[in-house]
Nanobody, 116 residues
Framework: EVQLVESGGGMVQPGGSLRISCAAS????????MSWVRQAPGKGPECVSS????????YYADSVKGRFTISRDNARNTVYLQMNSLIPGDTAVYYC?????????WGQGTQVTVSS
């Protein structure tokens, strides 16, 4: 059974930091590109960051560039998103996504709330 389990979300004050994690099982994690996609209330989904299989190439949305860092540990089947200098606009449910054509898997999401 394929599973993507996110963890590490929560509430943080503006300017704070959080690291969210996504633990994968049931497929060959190292062969899949991994992404973090967020959805804020009333807004469409936004891919905030991606990392290819080896971890060598990464992508960041302009909205998070310089503040967020994606990484993966293929030995632990886990992808991380380190989020620094958080702002209220980062409030959203963050979903983990695994992709290798033609397969695509999603986690259940973890809530991140940035509020004073």
């Amino acid at each position: 059974e394929v599973q993507l389990v996110e963890s590490g979300g929560g509430m943080v004050q503006p300017g704070g930091s959080l690291r969210i994690s996504c633990a994968a099982s049931g497929f060959t994690f190292s062969r899949y590109d991994m992404s973090w996609v967020r959805q804020a209330p009333g807004k469409g989904p936004e891919c905030v960051s991606s990392v290819i299989t080896s971890g060598g190439n990464t992508y960041y949305a302009d909205s998070v560039k310089g503040r967020f860092t994606i990484s993966r540990d293929n030995a632990r089947n886990t992808v991380y998103l380190q989020m620094n200098s958080l702002i209220p606009g980062d409030t959203a449910v963050y979903y983990c996504n695994a992709w290798k054509s033609p397969n695509e898997y999603w986690g259940q999401g973890t809530q991140v709330t940035v509020s004073s």
